[in-house]
């Protein structure tokens, strides 16, 4: 059973240029949650999708940054125009059901490191 | 604005002591409070959670200590081993409607042999 899967692990790109994360969810999982991680920073929420819906997207820069969760196929967080400041780790997560209920558990992958040159 | 503060930074503690990371809230909504662990270069793995029906939840060498008037809970790991040596994240969600986890600002666990 494999867990969250991100792809690529280390993603290069220069200023201008467009980001493509990919975040497979656990097998069974429906929800998706994507995160960002600055250095030496706690984790900051994104975004959280559900399969063809965006549920809360409260925590996406309003401007170059876009998430979606098709039915078929991996989560993608893309980034336009991408800038210094872009630079961080970025952590999908996914859980059977919304957070907060009984049992239920975010499960993260290994993370998108992204370097902005 | 910090939902969940996280202390300390840093942390040493020598093989065989006990490592305590303590955070605090203030969304009295809260209801789940979960810790992960974090190794360089990976992702963050849920490590324990506790919800404040408990005070105290213990699963091997790890316990998390939860004060529900106080809005504060606590990671303590018994027996710190070097392997231990981790980032140490505590977050916190709500059951209704949560969306997502707040997290802390983590602690880096250094045990020293």
């Known amino acids: 059973n494999a867990g969250v899967m991100q792809n690529p692990r280390h993603l290069v790109r220069r200023r201008g240029q467009e980001a493509r994360l990919r975040c497979s969810p656990m097998?069974?999982?429906?929800?998706v949650y994507w995160y960002r991680q600055l250095p030496e920073e706690g984790l900051k929420f994104m975004v959280y999708l559900q399969k063809e819906n965006i549920i809360d997207e409260s925590g996406m820069p309003k401007e170059r940054f876009s998430a979606e969760f098709p039915k078929e196929g991996p989560s993608i967080l893309r980034i336009q125009q991408v800038v210094r400041g872009d630079s961080a780790a970025y952590f999908c997560?996914?859980?059977?059901?919304?957070?907060?209920?009984?049992?239920?558990?975010?499960?993260f992958g290994q993370g998108t490191r992204l370097t902005v040159v | 604005q910090q939902q969940v503060k996280q202390s300390p930074q840093s942390l040493i503690v020598q093989k065989g002591g006990i490592s305590i990371i303590n955070c605090a809230y203030e969304n009295t909504a809260f209801d789940y409070f979960p810790w992960y662990q974090q190794f360089p270069g990976k992702g963050p793995a849920l490590l324990i959670a506790?919800?404040?029906?408990?005070s105290e939840k213990k699963e091997g060498r790890f316990t998390i200590s939860f004060n529900k008037s106080a809005k504060q809970f606590s990671l303590h790991i018994m027996d710190s081993q070097p392997g231990d040596s981790a980032t140490y994240f505590c977050?916190?969600?709500?059951?209704?409607?949560?969306?997502?986890?707040?997290f802390g600002t983590g602690t880096r666990l250094t045990v020293i042999p």
């Open positions: 506790i919800r404040p029906d408990v």
């Open positions: 997560a996914s859980s059977p059901g919304p957070l907060g209920q009984q049992n239920t558990e975010a499960f």
């Open positions: 977050a916190a969600s709500w059951s209704a409607g949560a969306n997502n986890l707040f």
């Open positions: 097998k069974g999982h429906s929800h």
